[in-house]
């Protein structure tokens, strides 16, 4: 999400490693994907979590 920030505030448009002159388009794509993988990483961690409590509340630790 830092690199989103960079890229929307224009600090860094091209993110961390990206061309410095993109057009917005092409930022927004990139805040779109970098969206995207952050949601499913947060989400995956989640369901992780959860999944290693119920384990332990049904006695399968």
Not at 15 to 27: C, K, P
Request: no cysteine; net charge negative; aromatic share 14%.
């Amino acid at each position: 999400m830092v690199e989103n920030l960079l890229m929307a505030t224009g600090i860094r448009r091209g993110g961390f490693v990206g061309a410095q002159d993109i057009s917005t388009a092409e930022l927004w794509a990139g805040i779109g994907v970098n969206s995207y993988f952050f949601i499913g990483a947060v989400l995956l961690a989640v369901t992780t979590v959860s999944y290693f409590r119920r384990s332990r509340e049904d006695g399968y630790d």
